[in-house]
């Protein structure tokens, strides 16, 4: 009789808490990042000159960081390891932050925002393989909320340090280089962590992977074997997986440009709470981070008692309505407007947990990294697009026909759900990746 344990059935161990921890460490740091910016330039403008059009090109170039670091080091991963680029870009996340406290012109300041964005976009696809890779069948749901809402942590604690820093002089170099101080943490914490096993069967490396599960999980423990192949970016182009890329990447920016909005409406939501515009901005930003980061809590729960398939099509449908009332309705109260909001935020939680889900798990591992690189490199164009235009059309059209838009654009996603969204829960990585994609969908319906 065969005693051993399936590595996928596993309870959650020390270890596994341990790569769920500092592997969201790349999430925690975009949402920092991205949102101290902000802050630093109520100080900066004035200090750079800066003026709107060069606003806009540091907010777009760490988006066209992401865009390429996402791309490109998603595929070095799948061919390196995802150790190796696991340590690296957190290195070299904290050195351009620093840096950062020393510019002296606008010039400076959208090229390292540009850097700083591509080793941030390389952190995604290379952490969330491997904290997928090591998840057990049953907790792997939770691991991948718990990297979506460390995003929200990291926004939340940006406009923390935001808010503490914003009246002291030079205030925004602290900004900057205060994002240090986490990439020193995640550095040791990552330090000790053992390579994918998954990736080691895919390269061949069948005795280091035998050396790994017997050191962290004993020698009771087995993994299923998995033949070694190629790294072969085209195989992203193949039907089957270019599908996959199109769903997820739809569904993907279906969630974050309205969510992009939200935050862009936030200092009128702001306003309208009774805050006033500069140092207690960031408390109102905070109050909205809050609520996008308590709809992960449930989500996590909600992907393995519900299922992926249902809590999706649900949630985009919750959204587009609380957006679509927003427009609809003529001059809504403020209990209307957080309410609406915040229920928007609160669901968003589900598409936004399976929007790094869904890749990791319908995708091979020998593909894997490169595949989330792809996918988020995808919404990322959205993203960059909205950036631009949503200020011009808000300022043209007024705020309700842009939250009809943003309604319109998560309906897409719902539609987009309804027909393609697959069920993969209770399935092992393995198995996920071979699911038949249209079929599963047809079942679920």
Same mark, same amino acid.
């Given at each position: 009789?065969?005693?051993?344990?399936?590595?996928?059935?596993?309870?959650?161990?020390?270890?596994?808490?341990?790569?769920?921890?500092?592997?969201?460490?790349?999430?925690?740091?975009?949402?920092?990042? !991205?949102?101290?910016?902000?802050?630093?330039?109520?100080?900066?403008t004035p200090e750079l000159g800066l003026d709107a059009q060069w606003i806009g090109l540091v907010g777009a170039a760490t988006l066209a960081g992401l865009f390429i670091g996402t791309a490109l080091f998603g595929y070095v991963a799948d061919i390196v390891g995802r150790k190796k680029m696991f340590m690296i870009d957190i290195i070299a996340i904290?050195?351009?932050?620093?840096?950062?406290?020393?510019?002296?012109?606008?010039?400076? !300041?959208?090229?390292?925002r540009f850097l700083i964005g591509i080793v941030i976009g390389a952190d995604y696809p290379i952490a969330t393989s491997m904290v997928a890779e090591f998840s057990p069948t049953k907790q792997r749901a939770f691991t991948m909320g718990f990297i979506a809402a460390m995003w929200y942590v990291g926004a939340t604690a940006a406009n923390m340090v935001?808010?503490?820093?914003?009246?002291?002089?030079?205030?925004?170099?602290?900004?900057?280089?205060?994002?240090?101080?986490?990439?020193?943490?995640? !550095?040791?914490?990552?330090?000790?962590?053992?390579?994918?096993?998954?990736?080691?069967?895919?390269?061949?490396?069948?005795?280091?992977?035998?050396?790994?599960?017997?050191?962290?999980?004993?020698?009771?423990?087995?993994?299923?074997?998995?033949?070694?192949?190629?790294?072969?970016?085209?195989?992203?182009?193949?039907?089957?997986?270019?599908?996959?890329?199109?769903?997820?990447?739809?569904?993907?920016?279906?969630?974050?440009?309205?969510?992009?909005?939200?935050?862009?409406?936030?200092?009128?939501?702001?306003?309208?709470?009774?805050?006033?515009?500069?140092?207690?901005?960031?408390?109102?930003?905070?109050?909205?981070?809050?609520?996008?980061?308590?709809?992960?809590?449930?989500?996590?729960?909600?992907?393995?008692?519900?299922?992926?398939?249902?809590?999706?099509?649900?949630?985009?449908?919750?959204?587009?309505?609380?957006?679509? !009332?927003?427009?609809?309705?003529?001059?809504?109260?403020?209990?209307?407007?957080?309410?609406?909001?915040?229920?928007?935020?609160?669901?968003?939680?589900?598409?936004?947990?399976?929007?790094?889900?869904?890749?990791?798990?319908?995708?091979?591992?020998?593909?894997?990294?490169?595949?989330?690189?792809?996918?988020?490199?995808?919404?990322?164009?959205?993203?960059?697009?909205?950036?631009?235009?949503?200020?011009?059309?808000?300022?043209?059209?007024?705020?309700?026909?842009?939250?009809?838009?943003?309604?319109?654009?998560?309906?897409?996603?719902?539609?987009?759900?309804?027909?393609?969204?697959?069920?993969?829960?209770?399935?092992?990585?393995?198995?996920?990746?071979?699911?038949?994609?249209?079929?599963?969908?047809?079942?679920?319906?």
């Open positions: 009789m065969n005693s051993k344990k399936n590595f996928d059935d596993m309870e959650f161990t020390p270890l596994h808490r341990k790569i769920m921890l500092w592997g969201s460490g790349g999430p925690f740091l975009d949402g920092y990042v !991205l949102v101290i910016i902000g802050l630093a330039l109520q100080q900066l904290a050195v351009l932050s620093f840096a950062t406290m020393f510019i002296s012109s606008p010039i400076e !300041l959208v090229i390292l935001g808010y503490l820093l914003y009246d002291v002089q030079d205030g925004w170099r602290w900004m900057f280089g205060s994002a240090v101080i986490p990439c020193l943490v995640i !550095l040791l914490g990552r330090f000790h962590l053992p390579e994918s096993p998954r990736w080691l069967l895919k390269k061949g490396r069948v005795e280091e992977c035998r050396e790994i599960m017997h050191k962290f999980f004993g020698k009771d423990v087995d993994i299923s074997f998995e033949e070694a192949e190629e790294t072969k970016y085209s195989k992203l182009f193949e039907p089957i997986y270019l599908k996959r890329i199109i769903f997820i990447g739809t569904i993907w920016s279906c969630q974050v440009i309205p969510m992009f909005a939200i935050y862009t409406f936030g200092p009128q939501i702001i306003e309208l709470l009774g805050f006033t515009e500069g140092q207690d901005a960031a408390l109102g930003n905070i109050v909205i981070s809050i609520f996008f980061m308590a709809g992960c809590i449930p989500a996590m729960y909600w992907l393995n008692s519900i299922g992926r398939r249902p809590l999706l099509i649900g949630s985009f449908a919750i959204m587009t309505a609380s957006l679509a !009332l927003l427009g609809i309705v003529p001059n809504p109260s403020i209990w209307l407007i957080v309410g609406a909001f915040a229920i928007y935020a609160f669901f968003s939680g589900g598409p936004g947990i399976l929007q790094w889900l869904y890749p990791n798990e319908l995708f091979p591992t020998e593909i894997r990294a490169s595949a989330v690189g792809a996918v988020m490199s995808f919404s990322r164009i959205g993203t960059i697009v909205s950036t631009y235009a949503l200020p011009v059309y808000m300022a043209t059209y007024g705020i309700s026909s842009t939250l009809l838009v943003g309604a319109a654009i998560s309906l897409i996603g719902l539609v987009v759900s309804v027909f393609m969204a697959p069920e993969t829960k209770g399935l092992t990585l393995e198995t996920t990746s071979s699911v038949d994609f249209t079929a599963s969908a047809e079942v679920s319906r």
